[in-house]
């Protein structure tokens, strides 16, 4: 089982990135997928999350409305689409998958989640 995360870059304020999460001996049908961020100097944050159907899908407050998470399912992807990026979304991007179903209250716990990929760093300044 690999994870690996890409997209990331350097962007000015208001920008955006879409970030890719890819799959290697695995079907992202079969999981959770998260992702997370850590900022230089803080703890690690769930960012998004979609149920294994992406009927459910969860966002941290900072980023609702600007942020999406998406599959495609006929490439084995994840996404999460950034828009209106904002400095303090700069950080270290990465994927994790779970074989748990997420709840509102738990999604954003990492030690939930069983694989990690590894990240992609976002760098959001003018």
């Known amino acids: 089982v690999q994870l690996q995360a890409s997209g990331g870059g350097a962007v000015q304020p208001g920008g955006s990135l879409r970030l890719s999460c890819a799959a290697s001996?695995?079907?992202?049908?079969?999981?959770?997928v998260g992702w997370f961020r850590q900022a230089l100097g803080k703890e690690r944050e769930g960012v998004s999350c979609?149920?294994?159907?992406?009927?459910?899908?969860f966002y941290t407050v900072s980023v609702k409305d600007r942020f999406s998470i998406s599959r495609d399912r006929t490439r084995n992807m994840v996404y999460l689409q950034m828009n209106s990026l904002k400095p303090e979304d700069t950080a270290v991007y990465y994927c994790?998958?779970?074989?748990?179903?997420?709840?509102?209250?738990?999604?954003?716990?990492?030690?939930?989640?069983?694989?990690w990929g590894q990240g992609t760093q976002v760098t959001v300044s003018s």
């Open positions: 994790a998958i779970s074989n748990g179903s997420p709840l509102s209250s738990t999604w954003h716990w990492g030690h939930l989640y069983d694989y």
């Open positions: 979609s149920s294994r159907s992406g009927g459910r899908r």
């Open positions: 001996g695995f079907n992202f049908d079969d999981y959770t």
